[in-house]
């Protein structure tokens, strides 16, 4: 029992730098995974919200309007389609100006709408440009009202940019993570350089010697990405208290729960790998070039 609480605490002693190091990178590479889905989903959102309104004929009725709705929702691009009869616009008309059109002709001059948002898919000007054709040919419609092409452009253009920012610091990130913790883990191998070399000695083949460097730095790593997960879903939970109230219902928790076994699997995968090339280095080497 006394053995096995020596070689615990020896395991533990020998690998706490690199669980804390690689635990710090994966913990960044964490929150910028997701600020990256944050964004994307946000993003998303915008698109969707972006709403075209039909205007139907002033000679069509309310009921007519209501089949046609009903004719749209079979259109791919037609989401939470709303029908404003001719009284609600009337309504919403002396809302914003206080003018009561009806009692100055006579008769209600406005025409019942038809409103709709569309899939982020066809939030881009050539695909507004062909809802708008398309709907602006149907019996009864006497105009759409769509997005401003130059605004959808621009928009497309600023989220563009920011996922390729994003995205590039990722990758950035994710290159600076690896050399950090191969360094980490190759300081860890350095420490036992001689007792590789001593196991070269009385006949142990290099396949032997690598296994225990490379399964004790891959449990190094998974630990690390455990650490880190649970340090980003401690954020999250702690995130409405700090203001972010409505963190939870842009990122979901599918998303986290993917980032974190990415970052499990990550952890194990690059200490594995750091400590494969670490072990073969030393391998290769004479025993006056340890000394170096």
Not at 37 to 66: F, K, P, Q
């Amino acid at each position: 029992m006394k053995k096995v609480k020596e070689v615990q605490i020896s395991y533990w002693a020998a690998h706490a730098t690199t669980i804390v190091s690689v635990t710090l990178v994966l913990l960044i590479l964490g929150i910028i995974s997701l600020i990256t889905v944050g964004a994307r989903r946000e993003t998303a959102r915008v698109r969707e919200s972006l709403e075209i309104s039909v205007i139907m004929a002033d000679s069509i009725s309310n009921e007519a309007a209501s089949a046609r709705l009903q004719e749209m929702k079979s259109l791919p691009f037609c989401r939470n389609l709303t029908l404003i009869s001719k009284e609600q616009a009337m309504q919403a008309w002396k809302d914003a100006t206080g003018e009561d059109l009806e009692a100055l002709f006579g008769v209600n001059p406005l025409s019942p709408e038809i409103t709709f948002t569309m899939p982020e898919i066809y939030s881009r000007p050539d695909s507004i440009r062909m809802i708008e054709a398309r709907l602006a040919a149907l019996p009864g419609v006497e105009g759409v009202a769509v997005p401003e092409g130059d605004m959808i452009q621009s928009m497309n253009e600023n989220i563009a940019r920011l996922g390729a920012i994003l995205a590039g610091i990722a990758l950035v990130l994710l290159i600076i993570s690896f050399v950090l913790i191969n360094n980490t883990v190759h300081l860890t191998v350095y420490a036992r350089r001689f007792t590789i070399h001593t196991m070269q000695l009385v006949g142990a083949t290099d396949a032997f010697i690598r296994r225990p460097v490379v399964s004790r730095n891959l449990l190094a790593g998974v630990l690390a990405g455990i650490f880190a997960s649970a340090l980003l879903w401690i954020a999250i939970l702690l995130a409405p208290r700090a203001g972010f109230t409505e963190l939870g219902d842009i990122i979901g928790w599918e998303a986290p729960a993917i980032i974190c076994a990415a970052l499990i699997i990550l952890g194990g995968l690059i200490c594995a790998i750091a400590a494969l090339i670490a072990t073969n280095h030393y391998l290769h080497k004479d025993y006056d070039e340890l000394f170096r």
